[in-house]
């Protein structure tokens, strides 16, 4: 092999291998980022519920006396079409945020956002559709270690809680965890499973999604 041909292989190898190495330390460092950004904002969620959930002052628990001049509250129709099944929200940082997920398996708790784009996915997880109201809340994050990056390490029966931002607590467990493609959005989001999450494998060729559901 000529000298000049050698050297450049060298030098090519050189190049690949740095940039491997720069590539790694980005994703290392993109990673410790929305971990620090994800344990913030998930001080301020829980602040936000205990705000919520606090007792109002201490006031008279006699009724008050009627208003001759108002007249009587009519009687409430059945025929009323239930409560709106959208979930309570609180703006924190310039984003609308549901609660939070917890995955004690992992380790893990995490605000979750109300609404999802690229941008808000650097920050957190993000529900993707449905509610919990509904039975089928959909949630999607980035594959960073302090995000979904771990989901293919769940089990089925692990436990997986998440917490609105009323304080409500809806208890669910891992059913199954697959492998699947990206065209396959009907299979996540008409499930039937009261619970999904998902993240991309690295590359992006494929899905981690795992199904829950509820706790008896």
């Known amino acids: 092999m000529p000298k000049k041909a050698g050297a450049f292989i060298v030098a090519m190898g050189a190049v ?3 940039s491997a190495l720069l590539l790694f ?3 290392l460092r993109e990673n410790i980022r929305a971990g620090q950004e994800a344990e913030s904002l998930l001080t301020d969620v829980r602040a936000a519920i205990a705000a919520q959930a606090a007792p109002p002052a201490a006031a008279s ?3 008050p006396a009627p ?3 108002e007249p009587p509250e009519e009687p409430t129709d059945p025929t009323e079409p239930p409560p709106d099944p959208e979930m309570p929200t609180v703006y924190l940082g310039g984003y609308d945020y549901l609660g939070y997920l917890a995955l004690p398996t992992l380790g893990l708790e995490l ?3 109300a609404s999802w784009d690229y941008p808000r996915l650097r920050v957190s997880p993000c529900r993707q559709f449905g509610s919990t109201r509904t039975d089928d809340l959909v949630i999607a994050a980035h594959n960073y270690g302090t995000h979904f990056g771990r989901l293919k390490d769940l089990s089925p029966g692990d436990a997986v809680t998440f917490t609105d931002m009323e304080g409500v607590v809806n ?3 891992v059913e199954s965890i697959q ?6 959005v009907d299979a996540v989001q008409n499930s039937g499973y009261p619970l999904v999450l998902y993240t991309c494998t690295p590359g992006g060729q494929t899905r981690v999604t795992v199904f829950c559901t509820r706790t008896p």
Do not use: E, R
């Open 16 to 18: 690949l291998i740095l």
């Open 25 to 27: 330390a980005c994703n």
């Open 61 to 63: 628990t006699d009724p």
């Open 67 to 69: 208003d001759p001049t």
């Open 111 to 113: 605000p979750v956002m």
């Open 171 to 173: 208890a669910y467990q």
């Open 179 to 184: 492998t699947l493609s990206p065209d396959d």
